[in-house]
């Protein structure tokens, strides 16, 4: 009887919530940037309207892009993440579907919000893998 061991992916360690609120910081300098950047560049039909403005459409769509096409990526993290020696990754260790990277992005909110209350009401919580992980079933792990 012949016995062969198969070796596992290597568990990375999950990152913790400093670390990745520092790569998000990061990521909000450089978007921020960009939409400095388009909407000098773009036309307002009302300059009155702060929140309700057209472009703020294209302001989220090039969130979107940014957060969601670099987490699907090779590199499978933002220019913050890479910089910050993190990666997004699925329960298994590969790389996000976009589906996943999507249901993040939209989900984000809502785990700032959880995240918050739970500061504030001084609440126990696992934070190396919030809400909106859990719902894509993704994790951010150390490099």
Known sequence: M?????QSKNKAA???LGTRLM?????????LT????TDFYTFSSNEQALLLK???LLHLLLAWLYFAGTETCACQGTLGKHLMNLR???AAGDRLTIKAAT????????????LLFRFLTDSAYDSRRTF???LADSQVVER
């Not at 012949?2 to 198969?6: D, L, S």
């Not at 249901?103 to 959880?114: D, Q, T």
């Open 2 to 6: 012949q016995t062969t061991y198969t």
């Open 14 to 16: 999950l990152a913790d």
């Open 23 to 31: 790569a998000f910081s990061l990521d909000v300098l450089l978007l």
């Open 34 to 37: 960009l939409v400095a950047v």
């Open 54 to 56: 057209p472009e703020r």
């Open 88 to 90: 997004v990754t699925d």
């Open 103 to 114: 249901i993040r992005f939209f989900a984000r909110p809502v785990s700032a919000l959880m």
């Open 132 to 134: 909106h992980d859990r």
